[in-house]
T-cell receptor
Framework: GEDVEQSLFLSVREGDSSVINCTYT??????LYWYKQEPGAGLQLLTYIFSNMDMKQDQRLTVLLNKKDKHLSLRIADTQTGDSAIYFCAEGGGSQGNLIFGKGTKLSVKP | DSGVTQTPKHLITATGQRVTLRCSPRSGDLSVYWYQQSLDQGLQFLIQ???????AKGNILERFSAQQFPDLHSELNLSSLELGDSALYFC?????????FGSGTRLTVV
């Protein structure tokens, strides 16, 4: 079945770049998503990429997609303490229709 | 405010009891999804409704059921509750691709 894998933790210093990686299995996924969850809150859609794109940039966020390796990454430039949260990768539009989420990467930003 | 409203925010109940979680989707969104978030299992898809009809089922236990009403709000019913059902339950809605999530209901079974 479909599966999405992410590393569980990432720690960076304020001002550095953060790169969060994700692998997925459903090659029929149409869109791939990054969501952010702050403590005590729901998931907030950060950005998404269509499966026929290699890269998408949105201000400090850059998404890279390697469809051959089924690898997705999210780069956050100039990481701030307010970026501390859990980041979820998700694939969707594939055979199941609903979004399949990874377990989330907890990003800690040290001042 | 995401536009997806979930009530209640917190719920504490005893084992064996039954609870109902409520979700109002964003205005215009026809699809409602329910997810369970626990520390060890991450975000698990439970069930999807589209315009009142069940569209897809995930890892939903037989003790759980849901429905979507004509006004498009949805309810998730959890019965014969066990300690392991303690989790955050999220509702999300969509009109196309990508979901908008509510802030969740934290269920604690004691």
């Amino acid at each position: 079945g479909e599966d999405v894998e992410q590393s569980l933790f990432l720690s960076v210093r304020e001002g550095d770049s953060s790169v969060i990686n994700c692998t997925y299995t459903d090659s029929s996924s149409t869109y791939l998503y990054w969501y952010k969850q702050e403590p005590g809150a729901g998931l907030q859609l950060l950005t998404y990429i269509f499966s026929n794109m290699d890269m998408k940039q949105d201000q400090r966020l850059t998404v890279l997609l390697n469809k051959k390796d089924k690898h997705l990454s999210l780069r956050i430039a100039d990481t701030q303490t307010g970026d501390s949260a859990i980041y979820f990768c998700a694939e969707g539009g594939g055979s199941q229709g609903n979004l399949i989420f990874g377990k989330g990467t907890k990003l800690s930003v040290k001042p | 405010d995401s536009g997806v409203t979930q009530t209640p925010k917190h719920l504490i109940t005893a084992t064996g009891q039954r609870v109902t979680l409520r979700c109002s989707p964003r205005s215009g969104d026809l699809s409602v999804y329910w997810y369970q978030q626990s520390l060890d299992q991450g975000l698990q898809f439970l069930i999807q409704y589209y315009n009142g009809e069940e569209r897809a089922k995930g890892n939903i236990l037989e003790r759980f059921s849901a429905q979507q009403f004509p006004d498009l709000h949805s309810e998730l019913n959890l019965s014969s509750l066990e300690l392991g059902d303690s989790a955050l339950y999220f509702c999300a809605s969509s009109v196309g691709h990508g979901y908008t999530f509510g802030s969740g209901t934290r269920l604690t079974v004691v």
